[in-house]
């Protein structure tokens, strides 16, 4: 263990974020997406909350997981959701409240911060460029450009993504994982790291609790209050 005080240990410790449903709320970007590809290949658009769930999972997988859905018609329904969000859903979107600034305390803490989304990379960037995001980040990590395409992979949901972020953080010794739903746990604990959960994005009750968040926050201050802890932990237990 080194002895030197945390806030010096920093740029050894990253934070991960997700993105949709994390650090931007999408509000409404991605489900009308969704629904105007639907319509615009003449099926049926799911109820609301069905919509809501779709939100922060692959796009194909949520999309083949509906009723009758033709899996044929997936890479036109895929090719207009995304015609239709880089026009329009991306600038309906915002950071939630107090993202920006915790972002900015993490950074001015001097950690490293990273991205793991399963939005595809291009849009990932677009995403974080309009909403001035992009400095923050020292990795940015997300899915294939061809969503249609791997939609049977037999790993935990985000593994690889949650991997690459960690590569291109040149592999930091200790780092935790941000997100709002049961994948970003997951894909977490198959690399090795803890995941905070956060209340305000799109998991079901109790889905992060189950997947195996060690704790759920309702703010981005109770957020920041608990990757400081978390790190400090670390360093007063010896892991560092």
């Known amino acids: 263990m080194t002895n030197l005080p945390l806030d010096q240990q920093n740029n050894r410790l990253a ?19 969704i629904a105007y590809a639907l319509q615009s290949m003449a099926l049926p658009v799911p109820e609301q909350d069905i919509l ?10 949520g999309l083949l997981a509906l009723p009758n859905f033709p899996a044929d018609k997936l890479s ?13 859903g991306i600038a309906m979107g ?16 001097g950690f490293l911060i990273g991205l793991a989304t ?10 974080l460029d309009t909403h001035g995001l992009s ?37 930091p010794p200790r780092a935790i994982m941000v997100g709002d739903r049961a994948h970003d746990v997951l894909g977490a604990r198959a690399n090795g790291l803890d995941c905070l959960g956060v209340n305000w994005g799109f998991s079901a009750t109790g889905e992060l609790e189950k997947a195996g968040a060690i704790h759920t926050v309702d703010s981005a201050e109770e957020l920041l209050a ?15």
């Open 15 to 33: 934070v991960l974020f997700d993105l949709d449903g994390t650090l931007v709320d999408p509000a409404g970007g991605i489900t009308q997406g």
């Open 52 to 61: 809501n769930a779709m939100v922060g999972p692959k796009l194909s997988e």
């Open 76 to 88: 036109a329904v895929v090719a207009a959701y995304r015609e239709w969000y880089s026009a329009r």
């Open 94 to 109: 915002r950071p939630y409240p107090g993202m920006v600034e915790l972002l900015e305390t993490l950074r001015r803490r």
């Open 118 to 127: 399963q939005k595809p990379l291009s849009l990932a960037r677009v995403l």
């Open 135 to 171: 400095g923050f980040f020292q990795a940015v990590s997300g899915a294939a450009e061809n969503e249609a395409l791997n939609t049977a992979d037999s790993l935990p949901p985000k593994q690889r993504i949650i991997e690459t972020a960690l590569e291109e953080l040149s592999s």
């Open 226 to 240: 608990r990757i400081s802890e978390y790190f400090a932990l670390e360093v007063a237990n010896g892991s560092l």
